[in-house]
């Protein structure tokens, strides 16, 4: 039976989760301050990850946990006068990576990222967006021997237990895979099942027109103004109040803003993020992750993308981008970098759950209204198959993936 369903946010999991309702004949209204695909989901690295079965969880020794208290390292940062109200979040975080429950959320998780590929692939198609990816993997480098030697073995059980293609690259082996790529790098893992876009903004707007093509309606509105009218909802846009019996909340980091008031209390925070383009003379063709300097470099349209790693702080605080001045310097050491292509950097967050796994289900406590956000590190890797999830969800159908562990219920 057709639905008359309004979806509120327009990133990748937004548009994915309006054009997988719409493809099921529902009547979709996709609604967003902005035009599709300018947030997040616009400023990421651009990799459609499928090696990353194990979300990031919060440190369980103590010495790296005091390395970041103590700020020394730049894959994490943090606003001390954020640290209050961090706190209850990040406790959980850190209750929710201990070995036994940590080992239930990759199980949830690689369930997930296993279908990244095929569900994009299948839009990247319908939207004639070939050209915007390559398929090629990304490098995991390390500068000392030893961390690389860890790192190897670990790639090794992760990707024999989940069948990943992976190679493990000597510095030789480096140069021989991605010539761009020169500096005092010990080794990489080469992850090669992940694909990499060239423009993350761009393959949101080339879905959003698939949706639009398809007789998918966007709109320009705010969607702090949904309230519920009759057994439905309504929504003021610039065009008028959109009325549907379903309001789906997709929001990734501003979900929480919208939901308080609602009375759910979600373990939500958010992890800030940087980028600036950089000129480049010669592009590398991977992007390589520097992980003792927590950043990445990924060869996009507009110049080699930097994006930084953690920033834990306020949502809406000015931006403090110490991690990106840090990273330049020490990018400059691994490829002949130029000028940045912007006068100042982006910033973007990271909406992330306690448990590293997104919410995606129905509101438990208000009939028709559905939630798919949080999404973390991975959003933009995600987006498809959690759209695809939702709508078996709302379609009362049997999921194909057990959508159980991202229940909203799970929070009460
Ligand atoms: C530096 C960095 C690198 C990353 N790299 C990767 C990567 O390589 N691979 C990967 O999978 N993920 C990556 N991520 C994570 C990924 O970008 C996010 O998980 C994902 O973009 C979240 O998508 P979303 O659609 O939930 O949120 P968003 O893309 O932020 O979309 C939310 C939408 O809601 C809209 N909105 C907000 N408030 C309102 C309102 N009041 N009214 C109307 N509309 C509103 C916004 O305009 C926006 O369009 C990275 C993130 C960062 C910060």
Redesign the pocket.
Known sequence: MTKDIVV????????CTALALLQRGHAVVL???????????????????RE?VQPYAFPREWAAVLRVVARQGNDVHYHPGALASLLPPLARYWRESAPDRYAGTIAAYSALIRH?LTEHERLIALAGAEDLVRKSGWLQGYRSAAAFDDAARAATEVGQQHGLDYRILDRAGITATDPAWCGPLAGAIHWRDPWTIAD?GEL?SRYATLYSQAGGIVRR????TLRQAGSGWTVTTDEGPVNAAHAVV??????S??IRPLGYRFPLFV?????RHYAVESMPSLPLLDVENGF?L?PMKRGLRL??GAEFAHHDAAPTPVQLRNAERHARELVRMGAPVEDTPWL????CVADMRPIVGQAPRHPGLWF????????????PVTARLLAELMDGEQPWVDASPYDPVRFG
């Open positions: 509120l946010g327009a990133g990748m999991v937004g548009v609604v967003d301050r902005r035009e599709p695909g300018r947030e997040t989901s616009y400023g990421n690295a651009g990799i459609i990850q990353a990244c993350p949101v509105g705010d969607a702090m997709t929001l990734g980091p501003w979900a803003a919208l992890k800030r993020g940087y980028h990445l990924a994006t930084t973007g967050a990271r909406p798919n956000f949080g999404h973390g590190h991975q959003g933009f890797t995600l987006g």
